[in-house]
């Protein structure tokens, strides 16, 4: 949105100063539209993907930004998929949008862990991830909200880098609590883990200062009796996967390692030792690390950009996603 201007008045201006050249009157207009900004409704917000009012179609949207797919099939099954809103064309390099209701959200999860535990028991281990789409005071009415389903943890309640606003969220539940996949050091840490605001450390070596950087915080980490549950996702090459599965056998504190697995073709570029079977992972025998990059195949697939969405909420504000 353009920033709101202010019109000096000129009374106070010395003479001299107060003489405006002879097209100032047919300019002047213009140039105060400029920086008060476009007004609602102006049509110029539409062209620029920042029209703020009601969407057309706003009623045939889940309130959550997601379509719900397969009401009322058997046994009651419900299928959510993630959409971005109608009207709004992305050219091929920008990431899709979706859209984000915090109340609706608040609302829905803990009916959707009441039916798993209701369908599968209490012995399954759950675990929900936030994205850190939550204020400090919304991620305590959740994290409360989720004890009676007995969580493994809940991940990036809130934003991490506000270490303190993870005091709020212990004052109010005792469902544990996760975050660190977008950490880099020990220091990001060292409230929530001095202060116990946490329970697992969601670090991945690759992002953390390596094997000792890893190694280091996790040993920090298990002073407070704080434990790992290393970030394991798809963006961090078999390389990261195969340090992570050293380290957590190396430590005292192992909590639970992510594992996402990668393509065919990335497993042809970087040929592993480690293994998955029945839930549980295994670095091999394999001496180092236990990978062996190609690089003449890695060379024939060039890196391609990959964006995560635009999440904004249902008044168009960019949020977290």
């Excluded at 506000?162 to 990001?188: K, M």
């Excluded at 407070?224 to 957590?248: E, N, W």
């Amino acid at each position: 949105m353009g920033h709101q201007g202010q019109e000096a008045g000129r009374a106070g201006l010395p003479a001299a100063r107060r003489r405006e050249p002879r097209q100032a009157p047919r300019l002047r207009p213009r140039l105060r539209q400029r920086l008060r900004g476009p007004v609602a409704g102006d049509p110029r917000l539409r062209r620029r993907g920042l029209h703020r009012g009601p969407h057309p179609d706003r009623r045939a949207r889940s309130r959550l930004g997601l379509r719900r797919l397969g009401d009322g099939e058997a046994g009651g099954e419900v299928r959510l998929r993630a959409r971005a809103p109608r009207g709004r064309r992305q050219a091929a390099t920008r990431p899709d949008e979706e859209e984000w209701d915090t109340p609706a959200y608040l609302r829905h999860v803990p009916s959707i862990f009441e039916k798993v535990r209701e369908e599968f028991g209490p012995e399954l281990r759950l675990l929900h991830d936030g994205h850190h789409r939550m204020s400090p005071i919304e991620a305590a009415r959740l994290a409360k909200s989720l004890e009676p389903h007995d969580l493994l943890w809940l991940e990036d309640a809130t934003p991490g880098e506000d270490q303190e606003a993870f005091r709020l969220i212990r004052q109010h539940s005792t469902t544990p609590l996760a975050t660190g996949e977008v950490f880099n050091s020990v220091y990001d840490y060292q409230t929530l883990i001095t202060e116990r605001l946490i329970d697992y450390v969601r670090s991945a070596p690759t992002h953390t200062g390596g094997i000792t950087g890893m190694k280091k915080l996790l040993d920090f980490a298990g002073i407070y009796g704080i434990r790992s549950g290393l970030h394991g996702p798809t963006d961090v090459s078999p390389i990261g996967m195969a340090a992570a599965l050293h380290l957590d056998l190396a430590i005292h504190n192992f909590g639970i390692q992510e594992y996402m697995p990668h393509s065919d073709l990335t497993l042809e570029t970087f040929r592993t030792s480690y293994t998955f079977d029945r839930g549980f992972l295994h670095p091999g025998d394999t001496p180092g690390l236990g990978v062996e990059l190609d690089e003449t195949l890695a060379a024939e697939h060039p890196y391609t950009t990959a964006y995560l969405p635009v999440n904004r909420l249902l008044d168009g504000t960019v949020h977290d996603w």
